[in-house]
C-alpha cells in the first residue's frame, strides 16, 4: 500500500489501466476460446449422429429390425459386429451394446483406428432408459475424446429400446486447431497489452499535462516570481478549469499585493516629506542658526508643524489598519432625525462659520453603529468643508431605499474631475487643486470612510462635477 | 560658494533658487543656505520658478519634483528647451532606479532623495558649482597672512608651515571661509565634530586654544574671543 501511495498520479493510473485491460483479455480470450471448443465438439457430435443415423436405418431394415414388436433373438453379436463395423471410421469407433449393458461388438479393426473407452455406466444407463442425445467428453491416454450414445430402436420414438451404440472420436484435430487458435489469441492479447499500456500511459501523461503545469508554475512562484500564470491547455476539461481558477486566483493576489506595496510606499512617502523638513532644520539650527533667535523661531514652527503632521498620520494609518483588521461594529437601533439632530450641534465646532443644512426625510429607524457612523458623516464633512468656500452651505439629507436607506451629503464646493473622481478612495491619493499643501488632508479621509461603510455592510458613491459641488451618497442596510 | 580674498567677503555670493512646496523644506533651504552664504530665492510651483528663472539668472536651481501644477522632470524638460543651462539638483522622495533615470534624463544635473541630509544638500551643491565652472571655487583660502590649501592641507602663516590636526583644521577653514564671523561654540562643536557628537562645548575651548599656539607663536594675534557669545577670526591681526 505504502509503495502504491508513492506512486505518481499518472504511474497508479497507467497501472490501473493496464489491469483493466489483462483482465478483460483473459476474460474475453478465455470465453472466446470455451465458445469455440463448444462449437467444435458440437459440431462434430452432430456430424457424427447424422452420419450414423442412414446407417443404422439401413442395418435395422436389413436385419429385419424394424418391426413394431421388440426383437429378441434377431438382434445378436453377429449383426451387432456388423454395425460395428459400418459405423467405425478413420475418425471414430463405434461399439454396440446390448440391454444389459454387455458390449456386443466393437467396430475397431485396424490399428490406426482410434481405440473406444469403455462405455460409462452411468451415462449407459440414460441411454437405455430413452435418453436420445447423450454426448459426453472422456480423457483416454492423453487424448480427449468425445462419446455419443445413440439408443437403438426398432422405430423412431418407440418406447422399445434393445441396445446402444456408442460412437467415440478422439478430438485431437479440434485441440490442434484450437491450439493454433488460442496461441495467436494470446500473441494479439500480448501486443494489444503493451499498446494499450503504453497508449494509456501517453493519454494519462497527456490528461495529467495540465496539472504538471500547474505544478511547475507553483514552483517558480514559490519561487518568488509571481508574475507567471498556469497554461490552460483546454478549458472545457477539469485541469483547465483548475489553472484557469488558479490563474484568476493569483491575479486577486497579485492585485491586493500591488495594492499593498502601494499604500506602504504611499505612507513612506508621507512620513518622508515631513522628516526631511524636520530633519533639514534640525540641521540648519544645529549649523548655527539656533544663534539667530528670529530664525530659530521660524524654523521651530516649521517643525512643530511636521511633527503634528507626522502624528497625524500615524493615527490615521493605525485607524485604517484597525479597520481593516478587526473593527467591532457594536450595531444598535438608530432613529436617523435624532441622530442628525445631535450630529449637526455636534458638527459646528467643525464648520468654520459655514452653514450646515439637515434636510429632515423620513423617519426611519436603522439598525447600526452610531459612534462609525459619526466618523464617517464627519470625515464626509470634513472634506466637504475643506474644497467648499466659506459661503457655501453643506446639506444632509436622507430617503427610503427598499431594504436601505440612501443618506447624501452635498456642497457646492470645487467638485472633481471624473479622473480624479475614480481615485478618491484610494490611500493618500490627493486632487490636484489651488489649495496649498498645508491646507490638504492626507488623503486618508474618504478611504477610511469607505472602510467603515463597508465594515457597517452599506455602500459609498460620489457623484460630482467640476465646478459644481460634489454629493457623497452611502446606503446603509435597514 | 564664497571666495575669500584677502580677508574680505567676496560679495559676488551664488544666486540659488528653489522650487519646492512644502513651506517648512523651503524655510529651512532658505535660512540654511543663506547662512552658507548663498543667496536664495524661493518659488512654490513649477511655473512661478520658470517665470523666475526668465526674469533674472540664476547660479543653480533645486527643484522639487513633486510640485502641484507640473511634476519637476516635465519643469526641467522646459527649462532646458529654453535653452537654460543652469545646473539642476532635484529633489525627491522617489528610490527607484527609473526615476532617477528619469531625473536625469529631464536635464538634471544631480538627484537627491528625501530627506536628506543638509551636509550633504551642500556638498553636492558645491560639487555642481565647480563643475558648472563658472566661477571656480578655489581650493586654496586666503586671509590676511594666513593661507590654506583644502587640497594638499596645508596651513601657512607668512609662508611658515603649520602643523595642525584634522579637528584643527576643519576648524580653522570654517574661520577662514567666514572671517570676522562669530562662531558660537555649540555652532563649532556641531560643524567641527558632528551634529551626533554629545560631549560638552568645552572641548572647542580646548581646540581653539591649540589652534592659537600653533597661529599665534608670534604677534600679532588672530583669533578673538567675544565674551559670551563664541569666537571669530580677524585676518588681519585684531585678535586677543
Redesign the interface.
Given at each position: 500500500m505504502k509503495a502504491w501511495q508513492r506512486l505518481s498520479l499518472r504511474a497508479r493510473l497507467s497501472l490501473l489501466n493496464a489491469f483493466l485491460l489483462i483482465l478483460s483479455l483473459v476474460v474475453l480470450g478465455w470465453s472466446s476460446y470455451w465458445n469455440i471448443w463448444q462449437l467444435f465438439v458440437d459440431s462434430k457430435g452432430s456430424h457424427l449422429r447424422a452420419r450414423a443415423k442412414p446407417i443404422i436405418e439401413h442395418w435395422l431394415s436389413t436385419n429385419n429390425l424394424d418391426k413394431p414388436r421388440c426383437p429378441g433373438r434377431n438382434f445378436n453379436a453377429g449383426n451387432a459386429l456388423s454395425l460395428a463395423c459400418d459405423l467405425t471410421s478413420r475418425d471414430a469407433v463405434a461399439i454396440v451394446v446390448d440391454r444389459k449393458g454387455e458390449v456386443l461388438a466393437s467396430g475397431r479393426r485396424l490399428s490406426e483406428e482410434p481405440e473406444a473407452p469403455p462405455p460409462d455406466k452411468a451415462y449407459l444407463k440414460r441411454a437405455l432408459a430413452g435418453e436420445n442425445e447423450i454426448t459426453h467428453v472422456v480423457r483416454v491416454k492423453d487424448t480427449r475424446m468425445l462419446v455419443l450414445l445413440i439408443p437403438l430402436r426398432p422405430l423412431p420414438a418407440s418406447p422399445c429400446i434393445f441396445g446402444v451404440v456408442q460412437m467415440s472420436a478422439p478430438l485431437d484435430d479440434i485441440n490442434q486447431i484450437l491450439f493454433r487458435h488460442g496461441s495467436m489469441l494470446l500473441m494479439l492479447a500480448l501486443v494489444l497489452l503493451f499498446a494499450g499500456s503504453v497508449a494509456g500511459f501517453w493519454l494519462t501523461g497527456l490528461s495529467l499535462r495540465g496539472l504538471r503545469d500547474l505544478l511547475d508554475t507553483c514552483n517558480q512562484i514559490g519561487r518568488g516570481n509571481f508574475s507567471v500564470r498556469a497554461r490552460v491547455r483546454n478549458r472545457w476539461d477539469e485541469t483547465g478549469q483548475l489553472a484557469s481558477a488558479f490563474n484568476r486566483m493569483l491575479d486577486e493576489l497579485e492585485a491586493a499585493l500591488a495594492a499593498q506595496k502601494r499604500f506602504v510606499a504611499n505612507a513612506?512617502?508621507e512620513l518622508?516629506?515631513?522628516?526631511?523638513?524636520?530633519?533639514?532644520?534640525?540641521?540648519?539650527l544645529?549649523?548655527?542658526?539656533?544663534?539667530d533667535p528670529v530664525?530659530s523661531a521660524?524654523?521651530l514652527k516649521?517643525?512643530y508643524?511636521?511633527v503634528n503632521r507626522l502624528v497625524r498620520l500615524c493615527e490615521q494609518l493605525l485607524g485604517m489598519s484597525r479597520l481593516e483588521s478587526s473593527y467591532v461594529v457594536k450595531r444598535q437601533p438608530v432613529i436617523l432625525p435624532d441622530f442628525f439632530s445631535d450630529f449637526s450641534s455636534q458638527a459646528k465646532s467643525i464648520m468654520e462659520g459655514r452653514r450646515l443644512v439637515i434636510r429632515q426625510g423620513p423617519h426611519v429607524t436603522v439598525r447600526t453603529d452610531p459612534d462609525l457612523m459619526q466618523q464617517v458623516l464627519f470625515n464626509i464633512l470634513s472634506n466637504a468643508i475643506r474644497y467648499s468656500p466659506p459661503d457655501a452651505p453643506i446639506q444632509i439629507g436622507w430617503r427610503l431605499l427598499p431594504g436601505q436607506v440612501e443618506i447624501q451629503v452635498a456642497d457646492q464646493g470645487e467638485g472633481m474631475d471624473p479622473r480624479t473622481l475614480s481615485r478618491v478612495f484610494e490611500p493618500f491619493f490627493q486632487g490636484?487643486s489651488d489649495k496649498?499643501?498645508?491646507e490638504h488632508g492626507l488623503g486618508l479621509g474618504l478611504p477610511l470612510a469607505k472602510s467603515m461603510v463597508e465594515a457597517l455592510g452599506g455602500s459609498i458613491r460620489i457623484r460630482s462635477k467640476k465646478g459644481r459641488g460634489t454629493t457623497v451618497f452611502l446606503t446603509l442596510p435597514l | 560658494m564664497i571666495i575669500i580674498m584677502d580677508g574680505h567677503e567676496n560679495n559676488l555670493k551664488f544666486n540659488i533658487l528653489v522650487i519646492e512646496d512644502d513651506p517648512v523644506i523651503t524655510e529651512f533651504l532658505r535660512t540654511g543656505l543663506g547662512y552658507e552664504g548663498y543667496e536664495v530665492a524661493t518659488a512654490g510651483d513649477a511655473a512661478s520658478g520658470l517665470r523666475a528663472l526668465r526674469e533674472k539668472p540664476y547660479d543653480l536651481v533645486i527643484l522639487d519634483v513633486m510640485l502641484p501644477d507640473i511634476d519637476g522632470f516635465e519643469a526641467c524638460r522646459r527649462l532646458r528647451r529654453s535653452g537654460s543651462d543652469v545646473p539642476v539638483l532635484m529633489l525627491t522622495v522617489k528610490k527607484e532606479v527609473s526615476d532617477r533615470v528619469e531625473g536625469l534624463d529631464s536635464g538634471a544635473d544631480d538627484y537627491l532623495t528625501k530627506p536628506f541630509s543638509f551636509a550633504e544638500l551642500l556638498a553636492r551643491i558645491r560639487a555642481l558649482l565647480r563643475r558648472s565652472g563658472k566661477r571656480p571655487e578655489k581650493t586654496r583660502l586666503e586671509a590676511g597672512s594666513l593661507t590654506l590649501d583644502r587640497e594638499t592641507r596645508r596651513v601657512t602663516r607668512n609662508g611658515r608651515e603649520i602643523t595642525l590636526t584634522p579637528t584643527e583644521f576643519r576648524l580653522l577653514e570654517l574661520f577662514m571661509r567666514y572671517p570676522r564671523r562669530v562662531f558660537t561654540r555649540e555652532t563649532l562643536l556641531n560643524r567641527v565634530m558632528g551634529y551626533e557628537y554629545d560631549g560638552g562645548s568645552n572641548i572647542i575651548d580646548v581646540h581653539v586654544s591649540h589652534l592659537r599656539n600653533k597661529l599665534e607663536d608670534r604677534p600679532p594675534k588672530l583669533i578673538r574671543t567675544v565674551f559670551g557669545a563664541g569666537y571669530a577670526l580677524y585676518p588681519d591681526g585684531q585678535g586677543s
Open positions: 513612506a512617502h518622508l516629506t515631513p522628516l526631511t523638513g524636520l530633519r533639514g532644520s534640525l540641521e540648519v544645529l549649523r548655527g542658526a539656533q544663534d530664525a521660524r524654523l516649521g517643525m508643524r511636521e490636484k496649498s499643501p498645508g | -
